[in-house]
């Protein structure tokens, strides 16, 4: 009896943890483990990151409580400027999110490529050679820190510019190494499922992703 009221209490204590964080933070699941290397050094693989709906405490001068790092120099999330936002990719539910820098707000049509940092374009001369310019809606340009290039470009982009509503929430803060326990569950789990010989789902270039509770950076 006394074994299964520790059970209980234990299972109690874990859902009113994740009731508070919930409660706080306004999105589920509220922390996600990293899954790639694309957010180093300032988040790494391995890494568990609370996330927080971003429009509860959003920065000065934002676009729907993302700031981005064009927009203001002294507002800084992980050591860098712009808020750190997790999305879906072309808003595609089904598609394991992402988590990487908010760069710039670009605005439906917006030839941007004379703002855009001419190191993350990769060979484009000019917007025409850019995937997403003009733009084909507004929304957020986007990259990981250890990324060479935007997530809109290149012949396989990651993503459109990054409409609001695919936006899941901000990262806030990170526990170092945490999120590995919750990678070694979900990778325990896939090996009774995926084929042998099946590479990995995700690359260091393709970003940082948010499913369930894990996300590559």
Same mark, same amino acid.
């Not at 009113?16 to 290397?37: C, T």
């Not at 001068?61 to 936002?85: E, L, W």
């Not at 050679?129 to 990259?143: N, W």
């Given at each position: 009896? $006394?074994?299964?009221?520790?059970?209980?209490?234990?299972?109690?204590?874990?859902? !009113?943890?994740?009731?508070?964080?919930?409660?706080?933070?306004?999105?589920?699941?509220? !922390? @996600?483990?990293?899954?790639?290397?694309? $957010?180093?050094?300032?988040?790494?693989?391995?890494?568990?990151?609370?996330? $927080?709906? /971003?429009?509860?405490?959003?920065?000065?001068?934002?676009?729907?409580?993302?700031?981005?790092?064009?927009?203001? =120099?002294? +507002?800084?999330?992980?050591?860098? %400027?712009?808020?750190?936002?997790? *999305?879906?990719? =072309?808003?595609?539910?089904?598609?394991? %999110?992402?988590?990487?820098?908010?760069? !710039?707000?670009?605005?439906?049509? /917006?030839?941007? *490529?004379?703002?855009?940092?001419?190191?993350?374009?990769?060979?484009? =001369?000019?917007?025409? /050679?850019?995937?997403?310019?003009?733009?084909?809606?507004?929304?957020?340009?986007?990259?990981?820190?250890?990324?060479?290039? +935007?997530?809109?470009?290149?012949?396989?982009?990651?993503?459109?510019?990054?409409?609001?509503?695919? @936006?899941?929430?901000?990262?806030?803060?990170?526990?170092?190494? !945490?999120?590995?326990?919750?990678?070694?569950?979900?990778?325990?789990?896939?090996?009774? @499922?995926?084929?042998?010989?099946?590479?990995?789902?995700?690359?260091?270039?393709?970003?940082?992703?948010?499913?369930?509770?894990?996300?590559?950076?």
């Amino acid at each position: 009896m $006394m074994y299964v009221t520790d059970i209980v209490s234990s299972a109690g204590s874990v859902l !009113l943890v994740g009731v508070l964080l919930f409660a706080v933070s306004g999105v589920w699941p509220p !922390l @996600v483990a990293i899954e790639s290397p694309s $957010m180093d050094p300032h988040i790494k693989e391995g890494d568990l990151v609370f996330v $927080m709906e /971003e429009e509860r405490f959003s920065g000065p001068g934002d676009h729907r409580g993302v700031v981005t790092a064009a927009n203001d =120099d002294s +507002y800084r999330k992980f050591q860098q %400027p712009g808020d750190v936002i997790v *999305y879906e990719p =072309d808003g595609n539910s089904r598609q394991t %999110p992402i988590i990487h820098r908010a760069m !710039l707000w670009v605005d439906a049509g /917006e030839n941007w *490529y004379d703002r855009a940092n001419k190191d993350y374009i990769g060979s484009a =001369d000019s917007c025409d /050679e850019l995937s997403s310019c003009p733009a084909d809606h507004a929304g957020f340009i986007t990259k990981g820190d250890n990324n060479g290039r +935007y997530d809109q470009v290149g012949s396989s982009p990651i993503s459109e510019p990054v409409k609001p509503g695919w @936006v899941v929430g901000t990262a806030e803060m990170r526990v170092p190494l !945490l999120g590995q326990v919750r990678l070694q569950w979900n990778q325990a789990g896939a090996t009774d @499922v995926v084929p042998s010989g099946a590479g990995p789902a995700v690359t260091n270039e393709t970003g940082s992703t948010a499913t369930n509770t894990t996300a590559s950076g």
